[in-house]
């Protein structure tokens, strides 16, 4: 690790191909995390946490206190084939943590973050993305079953972005579970997806991180506030658990994500592969649609889509 009483920039190994860079201000404070590319097919964490140390490099002054662990390609492996998994074990980085160092490759790397990163850590940011075949709103989210969810709340809110999500339980394996384990406050952030990058949503991703690092008090710089409040949602953030496709054919969007959907409204259309129309998807429930398959061609189980609820303990989704 970084000798942090001293200012500058490090970098390391870890694991994996997995790189380091440790940047320290002149002054002790604290640490943050910050976490690009889980998943090898969503660049928009990776191009944001190498904009944010190349911006901290080239102007120190916005680093006054403490120290920022930055990792950009956190799959490095995944990222080079563009996908969500990694081909050299077939493993997902993002259900891997906490990891360990002797269960393959990935699971290294998730230790190695785990031991290294967090563990030595006063905060994470996990950046991700809705990938290559899901679309998602530009949001930021937490869990509330940590020890630390209200300081959580608070860099959630800090990140500024039109839409906070509050998950009432975390998932296993993530980042942020590992993070809460640690006793760690963590965020983790998605947007569009769809294999482009979108300046307003980079630009978000940046000042995010800019924004936490002054609510930390690591930076001199004025907090970047929109002047609209954000919406708030709750639901299970388990991606992997929403509703699932029944047959294999082509999934046919037809509802916007990040807009509320009423019950038994149609969120697409689903075709076998020889173009026979098969059945709409309806919405279960009233909700913000939050998860959105892109990708046409669909396997039974896929996940197709996932709602939340406008939350009652905030201002409500309008």
């Not at 889980?38 to 403490?66: C, F, I, M, N, Y």
Request: proline share 6%; hydrophobic share 40%; aromatic share 6%.
């Amino acid at each position: 690790m970084a000798d942090r009483s001293t200012p500058g920039t490090v970098t390391r190994p870890l694991a994996g191909d997995v790189v380091l860079t440790a940047i320290s201000g002149p002054e002790p404070g604290p640490t943050l995390a910050v976490l690009g590319g889980v998943h090898g097919d969503e660049d928009e964490g990776v191009l944001a946490v190498q904009r944010v140390t190349k911006e901290v490099s080239a102007q120190p002054q916005r680093l006054r206190r403490g120290t920022i662990l930055a990792i950009a390609r956190a799959n490095p492996s995944g990222w080079a084939a563009q996908d969500r998994h990694s081909p050299v074990d077939g493993s997902n980085l993002a259900r891997s943590f906490p990891g360990s160092p002797d269960d393959g490759p990935t699971a290294a790397i998730a230790s190695a973050i785990t031991t290294d990163v967090l563990a030595e850590s006063d905060a994470l940011i996990d950046l991700h993305s809705a990938g290559l075949r899901y679309r998602m709103p530009l949001m930021v989210g937490y869990c509330e079953d940590t020890s630390e969810h209200k300081r959580s709340r608070e860099l959630a809110e800090a990140f500024a972005v039109p839409t906070i999500w509050v998950h009432p339980t975390g998932a296993a394996g993530r980042s942020l579970s590992a993070a809460a384990q640690l006793g760690v406050p963590a965020i983790y952030a998605e947007c569009s997806g769809g294999g482009s990058i979108r300046a307003h949503e980079l630009d978000a991703y940046t000042r995010g991180v800019f924004n936490v690092m002054t609510h930390l008090g690591m930076s001199s710089d004025t907090l970047d506030m929109p002047t609209r409040p954000p919406r708030w949602v709750r639901g299970d953030g388990d991606l992997d658990d929403g509703f699932q496709a029944t047959h294999h054919g082509f999934f046919v969007s037809s509802a916007a994500v990040g807009e509320f959907t009423a019950a038994n409204s149609e969120i697409g259309r689903f075709y076998d592969f020889d173009g026979n129309f098969l059945h709409y998807v309806n919405a279960h429930a009233d909700g913000v649609l939050m998860f959105l398959r892109r990708q046409a061609r669909t396997q039974a189980g896929d996940v197709l889509f996932v709602l939340a609820q406008p939350s009652d303990m905030h201002e409500a989704y309008t």
